[in-house]
């Protein structure tokens, strides 16, 4: 079965970081671009960073711009979003997906992807 896992996700105060992991099972992450997505209590899905399948690009939303960062470490098949100075309003369940394109560009649009994972929730409050 192909599919993606979220790990890494938990309870933090405001300021404090945590690094989320998307872990890919049967299929190699190398072909894909993978993207995070988050959905906030009462609001809709948002795409917030992706990566290439290369790695040579990325693109972050803005409101997590110079706070988050992804990378992909594809001999561990997995791809991370490190992020630092998390704010309450980053509170969600954030989401991993996976699209088949070895393109140089990915999209932060929930439509091109085809491997979602479950989620895993973060939380940051005082």
């Known amino acids: 079965q192909l599919q993606v896992v979220e790990s890494g996700g938990g309870s933090v105060q405001p300021g404090e970081s945590l690094r989320l992991s998307c872990t890919a099972s049967?299929?190699?992450?190398?072909?894909?671009?993978v993207g995070w997505f988050r959905r906030a209590p009462g609001k809709g899905r948002e795409g917030i960073s992706c990566?290439?399948?290369?790695?040579?690009?990325?693109i972050y939303e803005g409101s997590v711009k110079g706070r988050f960062t992804i990378s992909r470490d594809d001999s561990k098949n997995s791809v991370y979003l490190n992020m630092t100075g998390l704010k309450p309003e980053d509170t969600a369940v954030y989401y991993c997906?996976?699209?088949?394109?070895?393109?140089?560009?990915?999209?932060?649009?929930?439509?091109?992807?085809?491997?979602w994972g479950r989620g895993t929730q973060v939380t940051v409050s005082s």
């Open positions: 049967g299929f190699t992450m190398g072909g894909y671009a």
């Open positions: 997906a996976a699209e088949p394109n070895t393109g140089p560009r990915c999209g932060l649009v929930s439509m091109r992807y085809d491997y």
């Open positions: 990566i290439t399948s290369s790695g040579d690009a990325t």
